[in-house]
Structure formats: C-alpha cells, structure tokens
C-alpha cells in the first residue's frame, strides 16, 4: 500500500508541474514563443521600423 500512495504523490506533484508550466506559457505574450525567437536573428529592425518613403520624381 506505501507504493501505491508514493505512486499517486509523484503522479500528483508533476501533473501539477505540468499543469502550472503549460498555464504560464499559455499567459504568456502571444507573439514570443519557440517559432517566434527561432526568427529574431533574422529580424531585421531597420526595415520594420523606418515607414516606406515615398519615391521621388526628378
């Protein structure tokens, strides 16, 4: 019966784990996660922040 009780006290403490670790990746801002910082060294921040300039007539 001791196995049984140990058992269920693991099962117990890393489904809450689990749980607590899913909620906050869940909570957390939408545009980061694995897929999105996977892209940062490919982000170019010089053409996402200057507005498109018109072209000029000669």
């Given at each position: 019966?001791?196995v049984?009780?140990?058992?269920?006290?693991?099962?117990?403490?890393?489904?809450?784990?689990?749980?607590?670790?899913?909620?906050?990746?869940?909570?957390?801002?939408?545009?980061?996660?694995p897929?999105?910082?996977?892209?940062?060294?490919?982000?170019?921040?010089?053409?996402?922040?200057?507005?498109?300039?018109?072209?000029?007539?000669?």
């Open positions: 019966m001791n049984l009780s140990v058992t269920l006290l693991v099962s117990l403490c890393l489904t809450g784990i689990f749980v607590t670790a899913f909620l906050f990746e869940h909570l957390r801002r939408r545009e980061s996660g897929e999105h910082d996977s892209l940062l060294p490919l982000d170019d921040n010089d053409t996402t922040r200057r507005p498109a300039e018109a072209p000029t007539k000669p």
